[in-house]
């Protein structure tokens, strides 16, 4: 069993900048994606950012430019740093980790770390 911790989130205003990290277990599979998802609506979960094992990388375009994914390997920590934050980012932010870079290719989930930004 996979186990995800996001932690990071919290209250900054408009144009701040908060950095999410995301502790997670062992992954014993060659190919992975890890991601960054936010709610949307109804029960499905938008995706804010990726990081595929190949290094390969994709953003919402709500957020390009703005964030940025990494990974720390030794530690096996997921990161997003998240600069020039608008009201509208604010929601909980979920790390993931699955077979490939979608909501639906994820198999783990974090509880999610809350982020509010006040204009």
């Known amino acids: 069993q996979v186990q995800l911790v996001e932690s990071g989130g919290g209250s900054v205003q408009a144009g701040g900048s908060l950095r999410l990290s995301c502790a997670a277990s062992?992954?014993?599979?060659?190919?992975?994606?890890m991601g960054w998802f936010r709610h949307a609506s109804g029960n499905k979960r938008e995706g804010v950012a990726t990081?595929?094992?190949?290094?390969?990388?994709t953003y919402a375009d709500s957020v390009k430019g703005r964030f940025t994914i990494s990974k720390d390997n030794v530690t096996n920590t997921l990161y997003l740093q998240m600069d020039s934050l608008k009201p509208e980012d604010t929601d909980m932010y979920y790390c993931?980790?699955?077979?490939?870079?979608?909501?639906?290719?994820?198999?783990?989930w974090g509880k999610g770390t809350l982020v509010t930004i006040s204009s």
């Open positions: 062992v992954y014993t599979y060659d190919h992975y994606c």
């Open positions: 993931a980790v699955g077979g490939y870079c979608h909501y639906y290719g994820m198999d783990y």
């Open positions: 990081l595929d094992s190949d290094g390969s990388t």
